[in-house]
């Protein structure tokens, strides 16, 4: 199974494709999507979108995981970041890709064990889980790996419940 992980923003979307068979998880691509801040929002959601739909195309991910919208303190960051996971969610949609969601917590547990741990924790962890020589940076692209290896790691238990394949 292919999986494309997401970290959604507006300034830069962390992305990652993995490949999962059994229990070994592949790193076939991982990185980011920036956009500039001097651009209309229009003109960076366009941006995010158009390099969405390059990536399904050239990757053809079985399915995306993407972060649940946090919302924190900032309204303003909230809202563009939310019209970011629309337009994110709508290319996929478009690409005929299967969309899960997951809230931070959930991606710490996947990756970590921990719902509450730290951001250098997820990261290390990552690293180690996928053998990389190093963390990812920008943060965002580190995300993206480690919502990608929620993915895996919850539907390969839904593929356990079942007693089959996706």
Same mark, same amino acid.
């Given at each position: 199974m292919r999986i494309m992980g997401i970290d959604p923003g507006i300034a830069i979307v962390g992305f990652a494709i993995l490949d999962q068979q059994g229990n070994v998880l592949k790193p076939i691509e991982y990185g980011s999507?920036?956009?500039e801040s001097k651009l209309s929002t229009a003109t960076r959601l366009k941006q995010i979108y158009d390099a969405l739909t390059h990536l399904f %195309? =050239?990757?053809q991910p079985d399915v995306m995981a993407i972060e649940k919208l946090f919302f924190n303190r900032n309204v303003t960051t909230a809202f563009t970041v939310g019209q970011a996971r629309g337009v994110? !969610? /709508?290319a996929a949609e478009e690409a +005929?890709? =299967?969309?899960s969601e997951y809230t931070p917590l959930q991606v710490k !547990?996947?990756?970590?064990?921990? +719902?509450q741990a730290e951001k250098r924790q997820v990261q290390e962890m990552v690293k180690a889980? /996928?053998?990389l020589p190093r963390?990812? %940076?920008p943060?965002?692209?580190?995300?993206a790996l480690a919502i990608a290896i929620c993915e895996a790691h919850s539907s390969q238990a839904i593929r356990g419940l079942r007693g089959g394949e996706r």
């Open positions: 999507i920036q956009t %195309k =050239e990757f994110i !969610m /709508l +005929g890709v =299967e969309i !547990m996947a990756v970590v064990g921990y +719902g889980l /996928l053998a963390i990812p %940076k943060d965002d692209v580190a995300d």
